[in-house]
């Protein structure tokens, strides 16, 4: 069920939510498993349900582990290409995307249907809505552009490009490194790698935020890679070069850092609990 909004003069659908008890963050990261998934590089990760974690890698094959590490699925994409990334819909079955073939696929009961094919763009992020749509961002053909489009199924139902001024609002200079989440207010957001910002636009597609970092005695600039966002509206996204998850509010403010990271990581995922409030954040991982 879903109930009408008001966001900058605009109606907007929102899921009915159950509110969170807000906790103070812990002082310090605490580990809650490590996995070893057999990837020399692993491309994203996906949770299914509390216990349950869906990887992609270089290996070409997308394995399913419980958080004993434990194998329990493996799934070739029926290309033979590297899924470039993965996302779990709400009914618990798997996505990913072909970057090589440019098509979004769709496993279910361990059978795979394609479900979008591409023409003059290839897909690199997905994310599946608390409205059941998938969120695509993708790159044309020559790297010149990007964008994220909306689907309905199998049915294109909103294009994001550009901001009011016509001008993109994500990178056009050849990179195709990014990674793209939902947050619980329907924001749409964006770390793109290669113009070291996250870009947040609202459900309609308006321009809401750019953060390009927080003025602190980092070593290195600000690098986004992967993102994520939890129950309570925060978006954290891992800074690759300073080996930090940069963790800010709904609105791009920052709050704070968890850091003291030993290892380089590249990813990060957040699945919340709505009954303990806890995160479980899953970096992929490498020695430097």
Known sequence: ????????????????????????????????????????????????????????????????????????????????????????????????IDYDNKTVNLVKNNQIQTMITLQGWRPINVCCTCCEDILVIMVSDDRKQSKVVRYSDSTEKQTIQF???????????????????ENRNLDICVSDFETRAVVVVNQSGKFRFRYIGHPSNTKEPFVPGGIATDSQGHILTADICNQLIHILDQDGQFLRYIENCDLCFRLVYVWTSETTSSWLIITWLILT
């Open 1 to 96: 069920m879903t109930s009408p909004t008001e966001e900058h003069g605009e109606t907007m659908t929102s899921p009915e939510t159950v509110s969170s008890p807000i906790k103070p963050l812990l002082d310090e990261p605490r580990v809650i498993a490590t996995i070893a998934t057999g990837s020399d590089r692993l491309f994203n990760v996906s949770c299914l349900g509390e216990e349950q974690v869906w990887t992609c890698g270089l290996d070409e094959v997308m394995k399913l582990f419980n958080l004993q590490g434990k194998l329990l699925t493996s799934i070739q994409p029926k290309s033979g290409n590297n899924a470039r990334d993965i996302a779990v819909t709400r009914d618990g079955d798997l996505i990913y």
């Open 163 to 181: 901001d009011d001024q016509g001008q993109p609002l994500y990178n056009t200079s050849g990179g195709n490194t990014k990674y793209i989440t």
